[in-house]
């Protein structure tokens, strides 16, 4: 159940972040919940594999170039779900940051019981 909570918030936060920035779009929301499933399972699977291969540039950069690497699977995620536009770079980097703070703001939802 929680699992499904989680989606439902991705999504709802993948189409309030659209709303928000005039570089990226949504088709409607069920590609929003698309979205922040896609997202999830990138960010599951192939982020920390790149995030250890670049992990002296993270260093040098004091983990700034992990605003690079969040941007980056959002383009990969443009790429991939086709009722999702994202404008360019500029645009990926915002949206990865927003997402970010709302998905802090929850954070406890998303917490295993202990």
């Known amino acids: ?11 709802a936060f993948v189409y309030i972040t659209s709303a928000l920035l005039t570089g990226v779009e949504v088709k409607n929301f069920w590609m929003a919940i698309l979205v922040g499933l896609v997202l999830g399972v990138i ?12 992990l002296p540039f ?4 004091f983990g700034l170039f992990l605003l690079v690497i969040n941007a980056a699977m959002v383009m990969l995620t443009n790429a991939i779900v086709p009722g999702f536009a994202v404008a360019g770079w500029w645009s990926a980097l915002f949206f990865s940051i927003i ?6 703001i929850v954070a406890d939802l998303k917490r295993k019981p202990q």
């Open 1 to 11: 159940m929680r699992f499904i909570i989680v989606i439902l918030l991705n999504g």
């Open 43 to 54: 960010n599951a699977t192939i982020k920390p594999v790149i995030t250890v291969l670049t």
């Open 58 to 61: 993270t260093i040098i950069t």
């Open 99 to 104: 997402m970010s703070l709302l998905n802090l």
